[in-house]
């Protein structure tokens, strides 16, 4: 069973569109919970930390379900910018398990 | 805005000789930690390191792997005797307080 589970996509989308993405992670003891992008070839870079009441940031707004084990990321008005792989994380601290934890990722492409 | 910084940006070796990936944290960081993507692949950790101690490991990192801080602001990873799937970006990240994990631009090592 795969820890971080996420649709890989691609999701291609036209300039201005809504796109949403989903994950599910198997591990209910989880502590904390990210979505991070990254481009091709370069490092993982922080988006936004997940909360269970839910967050925003600009066009960006971050769901957690601790009950279903599920967390989304919604993309409002997208920008050609916004084309990269955005990676679920979550963070599970002690022991050899791991420290963060990646999904594969869910590639956009946001087209003019 | 602090940036993790990481070198060399790429490096090739031979199998069986020894590398040294090196790091330097962002400066008020107390957390360090080791990151591996083989290409195609998700993010996977090796190692995270807090007060001069391994705090966890993965079973990735074995006996050929080691860290070390030499000298309070650089932090380097061993890889004793390289193998050919070792051949993957290494990415250093650095946590003021084990939570929000920020990535440098990684070492992409080859071993031929």
């Known amino acids: 069973r795969k820890e971080v589970e996420q649709d890989p996509g691609p999701f291609n989308v036209p300039e201005g569109a809504t796109v949403a993405f989903n994950c599910t992670y198997s591990?209910?003891?989880?502590?904390?919970f990210f979505w991070y992008r990254q481009d091709c070839r370069k490092e993982p870079k922080l988006l936004m930390s997940?909360?269970?009441s839910g967050n925003e940031d600009g066009r960006f707004t971050a769901q957690l379900n601790r009950a279903s084990q599920y967390i989304s990321l919604l993309i409002r008005d997208s920008k050609l910018s916004d084309s990269a792989t955005y990676l679920c994380?979550?963070?599970?601290?002690?022991?050899?398990?791991?420290?963060?934890?990646f999904g594969k990722g869910t590639k956009l492409s946001v087209k003019p | 805005e602090p940036e993790v910084t990481q070198t060399p940006s790429h490096q090739v070796t031979q199998m069986g000789q020894e590398v040294i990936l090196r790091c330097v944290p962002i400066?008020?960081?107390?957390?360090f930690y080791w990151y591996r993507q083989i290409l195609g692949q998700k993010v996977e950790f090796l190692v995270s390191?807090?007060?001069?101690?391994?705090?966890?490991k993965s079973e990735i990192f074995d006996d050929q792997f080691s860290v070390e801080r030499p000298d309070g602001s650089n932090f380097t990873l061993k890889i004793r005797s390289t193998k050919l799937e070792d051949s993957a970006m290494y990415f250093c990240?650095?946590?003021?307080?084990?939570?929000?994990?920020?990535f440098g631009p990684g070492t992409r090592l080859t071993v031929t």
């Open positions: 591990n209910s003891a989880s502590q904390s």
């Open positions: 997940v909360y269970s």
């Open positions: 994380v979550v963070g599970n601290y002690g022991g050899s398990q791991g420290n963060l934890i």
């Open positions: 400066s008020n960081h107390l957390y």
């Open positions: 390191f807090y007060n001069n101690e391994i705090s966890e």
């Open positions: 990240a650095s946590s003021v307080n084990h939570y929000e994990q920020y």
